[in-house]
């Protein structure tokens, strides 16, 4: 019990993009087993309902940005979307996304940085988990809109901690006084019930 919650730690508290390449590639063969089996891991299947309620075509090219090993595109395959491109930052991750056979695309990519990727070309991006310490901070949310046509879904997840510590509420009031999104729904759901964190689940439509 204690190695995956030193793991998990490691993660949270990575200060640079080599921590937590290293955490990540240390943590991919056990991640689904600690991280959803053992520690009760519930934003990839809150955050997959919240966008499959709020689309209207299971044809729908959906990014999940921050995929992992591939948690929220199982999800979301589960309930008939097979257009799915999936991009993380960790190879390791990535490898184990690959054998799920969930995604057309998978994708080597830094969400701190520009995404280099057309623009306007996702019918809706979801990115779960990837929000929050020690990950990448609200300026990621404007790459994300970049890659969704207008009118697509954007659904993200944010811990308590990084909602708080990283002011996400003035970064979506700014967004919205822009006009660059819409604020559709946005849910305070359980996040990892082993330790009883929390996140704020968010589904926008980019104008």
């Given amino acids: 019990m204690s190695n995956r919650r030193d793991i998990h730690e490691r993660v949270l508290q990575a200060k640079t993009p ?9 943590w991919a063969g ?26 209207t075509s299971s044809d729908a090219r959906i990014l999940d940005a921050g995929c992992g090993t591939g948690l929220v595109g199982e999800e979301l395959h589960r309930v008939g979307y097979r257009r799915l491109v999936g991009l993380d930052y960790s190879a390791d991750m990535l490898e184990h996304a690959r054998r799920k056979n969930v995604y057309v695309e998978l994708l080597q990519g830094d969400l701190t940085k ?3 990727l057309k623009a306007d070309q996702f019918d809706a991006t979801i990115c779960v988990g990837t929000f929050t310490l020690g990950h990448v901070g609200p300026d990621t949310i404007a ?3 970049r890659v969704t046509k207008p009118g697509g879904l954007i659904c993200i997840t944010v811990r308590d901690e990084a909602w708080q510590q990283d002011d996400y509420e003035s970064t979506f009031s700014l967004l ?7 604020m559709i729904a946005e849910r305070h759901l359980p996040y990892i019930a082993e330790e009883g964190s929390l996140c704020r689940v968010c589904l926008m439509k980019v104008s």
């Fill in 143 to 145: 790459h994300l809109i």
């Fill in 18 to 26: 080599a921590e937590l390449a290293a955490a990540y590639a240390d």
């Fill in 176 to 182: 919205q006084d822009e006009q660059l999104v819409e």
């Fill in 30 to 55: 056990k991640y689904d087993a600690d991280l959803v089996g053992e520690m009760g891991y519930a934003a990839p299947r809150a955050a997959a309902e919240i966008l499959h309620a709020g689309l």
């Fill in 114 to 116: 520009p995404l280099e």
